[in-house]
Nanobody, 121 residues
């Protein structure tokens, strides 16, 4: 079982930036193919896709964050990042990370506690 632990959330004002991190146990970053994901969830809503990165560095983003968020991975440090710029109140939520080998595969880790991001004046 892989453990993935999110950190780095906080309270920021609209327009500011924040970077959240996800540390993974084991060799998951060395498995290929393996896609790393960021999701987010707000109360009363389903968890929604934010961004994805492949082993080769190819990325995909939700339309709502395209151009403002950047996903990256440090394979040597077993860490996934999400740089969030020009934050908006609607970006508020709990951010989660996970991984899977393909769109149709099972998730590699149990969903963790996530890290809270709050964007407010």
């Amino acid at each position: 079982q892989v453990d993935m632990v999110e950190s780095g959330g906080g309270l920021v004002q609209p327009g500011e930036s924040l970077r959240v991190s996800c540390a993974a146990s084991g060799r998951i970053f060395r498995v290929s193919p393996m896609y790393m994901y960021w999701y987010r969830q707000t109360p009363g809503k389903q968890r929604e896709f934010v961004a994805r990165i492949s082993n080769g560095g190819g990325t995909n983003y939700a339309d709502s964050v395209q151009g403002r968020f950047t996903i990256s991975r440090d394979n040597a440090e077993n860490t996934l990042y999400l740089q969030m710029n020009s934050l908006k109140p609607e970006d508020t939520g709990v951010y989660f990370c996970n991984a899977k080998k393909s769109n149709f595969a099972n998730w590699e880790a149990k969903w963790g506690q996530g890290t809270q991001v709050t964007v407010a004046s």
